[in-house]
């Protein structure tokens, strides 16, 4: 079954316009963390933000903001303010306890000026 | 933040060729670094964890005797693509974990290496 599943294959946004990023996971552990990463066309993977599973607030850092609803097991990115260099792919990606960083198959965005 | 450097960013070799890929940790010690394998368009496929000073983790279909880990240090792990044939082309990339396993840890990427086989 797959532990991460983004619906998205990909996303158009308008320049200065907001857009979420969809996520959903499956997990029975309790204790797990939560994170998106940015891979520009350049192959780098840029680390975004984190989301701990027992964190009551949703995370912000700066433009991003992930929505955390533990009980429907979402985790989606909010990105204010589109930019032109937001145009990216974005993986969502979560590590259980003792287990490795697994990643969903990515949401390809494309900010239009 | 930490920065994880990764080298060659692009290769092209000949067929029965071997490639080799490094892969550094600059600022922190990393106790366990990890190589993934992407192909266009998809997702990164996790190959192998490899702790520092011990042998490496293969995941399941993964070849061990055709991609080589070694981890001698606690800041450069090497990929060695052996006898390299035009399915090994893709994009590997490999990243660097302090202490390896917590959950709230963000691991830290290299830059990626495109390989090509002719």
């Known amino acids: 079954a797959q532990k991460i599943t983004q619906t998205q294959p990909g996303m158009f946004v308008q320049e200065k316009e907001a857009v979420t990023l969809d996520c959903t996971y499956d997990t029975s552990d309790q204790s797990y963390g939560l994170f998106w990463y940015k891979q520009p066309s350049s192959g780098e993977m840029i680390f975004l933000i984190y989301?701990?599973?027992?964190?009551?607030q949703n995370a912000t850092e700066g433009r991003y903001s992930l929505n955390f609803q533990k009980a429907r097991k979402s985790a989606n990115l909010v990105i204010s303010a589109s930019q032109l260099g937001d145009s990216a792919m974005y993986f969502c990606?979560?590590?259980?306890?003792?287990?490795?960083?697994?990643f969903g198959s990515g949401t390809q965005l494309t900010v239009l000026p | 933040g930490a920065v994880v450097s990764q080298h060659p960013s692009r290769v092209i070799c000949k067929s029965g060729t071997s490639v080799k890929i490094e892969c550094r940790s600059l600022d922190f010690q990393a106790t366990t670094m990890f190589w993934y394998r992407q192909f266009p368009k998809q997702s990164l496929m996790l190959m192998a964890t490899s702790n520092e000073g011990s042998k490496a983790t293969y995941e399941q279909g993964v070849e061990k005797d055709k991609f080589l880990i070694n981890h001698a240090s606690l800041t450069l792990s090497t990929l060695t693509v052996t006898s390299a044939h035009p399915e090994d082309s893709s994009f590997y990339i490999c990243?660097?974990?302090?202490?390896?396993?917590?959950?709230?840890?963000?691991?830290?990427f290299g830059s990626g290496t495109q390989l090509s086989v002719l």
């Open positions: 989301q701990g599973s027992y964190d009551e």
């Open positions: 990606a979560m590590r259980e306890a003792g287990r490795q960083l697994t």
């Open positions: 990243s660097a974990s302090g202490t390896g396993a917590s959950t709230n840890e963000k691991l830290f």
